[in-house]
């Protein structure tokens, strides 16, 4: 999936994040990033867009979420966070919805 239109790429290392957005055609995620651009592309899944919900300063605030986030509790998304962000930057909950 090599195109030049899109200037940055999403990746989903976490298998049941990746296999909610593909059956649900969006999900939520916990990323370190602000990202600039909105509108970028998944391998194996396609171009997506990407919305920015809120900047997380605790765990906590996720619970709502996890329903959408591809795991089965609140520990487990937590626990997948950490292992991901080990150094504990700033992260932030994004929705990202599969584009037609």
């Keep these: 999936m090599n195109n030049p239109e899109f200037k ?4 989903f290392a ?7 957005l593909i059956k649900n055609g969006y999900v939520y995620t ?3 990033f602000k990202y600039k651009i909105y509108t970028t592309l998944v391998d194996d899944v396609g171009k997506v867009g990407r919305e920015l919900i809120f900047e997380v300063n605790n765990f906590e605030e ?3 979420y996890v329903i959408y986030s591809g795991f089965n509790s609140l520990k487990e ?14 992260e932030y909950l994004w929705r990202v919805d599969i584009l037609k």
């Design 77 to 90: 998304w937590t626990d997948m966070i950490e292992r991901f962000n080990p150094y504990k930057r700033q």
């Design 8 to 11: 940055s790429r999403m990746s």
């Design 14 to 20: 976490a298998k049941p994040v990746k296999d909610f």
């Design 30 to 32: 916990v990323r370190t």
């Design 62 to 64: 996720l619970e709502p």
